[in-house]
């Protein structure tokens, strides 16, 4: 175990100017240049719903190829979706976990084998705690400020309206930091956090585009549609349809074709990728 200390000095400005920072940082692994980067933090609900998954994903696996670090805290739920879903994509991840970084108290252990497969990646662990530090539950919000005050920009994914997650947005914009939050469904639980932040003013991200252009993302192509070459006139007759996510009577009222023609051409969508049905509902996935 290769554990190395981050004096004040070499901290990115960012960390410096924030209220009562840390003295100094134990890490393992290898931290990015700071100067060369935009750092995100992603966070949401523990229990997050397919929707919250699939967004997650989509938005991460955008940034591939681009000067962004994602930054999350390692935990159940969103946090490790966001680190593993940066792994699966090369894109460098830094966890910032409620603990010290020894082995023998990594929390949660049920990801330590994640913790170890940031630091594979070239990734990093970073904590202000001292290593053999037990994760307690005021470690947490103490360690939230370490990430907000760390990022250029924290994404909210889902937030149920007294969750945790919101805590670690309250502290970004305290900070003055962008706070990015993804609307959802009145109807859902775990977005009335996030349709609250963005009551109260943060940046509505609602596709590829909008996070690119909140992280500054200079040159972006824009969102890649799907080529209109690889599908049958029924497949586009669907696609086209499914602009919003439905369920398969909704679509068979639509349609003027018969239910045997339809699931048959879902299924081929389907294995194009370019359809997934979850929760009873169809989505078109670009």
Known sequence: MNMQILEQAD?????????????????????????????????GSRNYTSYGRDVAEKLIASLAGHPVVIV?????????????????????????????????VIAPRTNYALAQDI???????????????????????????????LCHATLIIEAGEKSGTLITAKIANDYGRDVLSVPGSI???????TNKLLHQGAIPIT???????????KNESKQAELPLDNFTEKELLILRAL??????????TELDLPIHEIDITLSMLEIKGAVKEEAGLLRRMS
């Open 11 to 43: 901290f990115p400005i960012r960390l410096t100017e924030i209220p009562k920072p840390p003295e100094k940082l134990y890490y393992r692994g290898t931290l990015p240049n700071w100067d060369e980067y935009v750092f995100l933090a992603v966070v």
């Open 72 to 104: 999350s805290g390692l935990a159940l739920g969103t946090d490790a979706l966001a680190h593993k879903s940066a792994l699966s994509h090369g894109i460098k991840t830094i966890a910032v976990p409620g603990s010290g970084l020894d082995d023998s």
């Open 119 to 149: 630091l594979t990646a070239g990734g990093a662990l970073l904590s202000e705690f001292d290593p053999k530090f037990k994760a307690t539950p005021w470690a947490f919000p103490q360690r939230n400020r370490i990430m907000a005050g």
């Open 187 to 193: 109807f859902s639980e775990t977005s009335r956090g």
């Open 207 to 217: 596709c590829v585009e909008d996070l690119h252009e909140a992280l500054g993302l």
């Open 243 to 252: 602009r919003e996510p439905k369920n398969r009577d909704a679509l068979t």
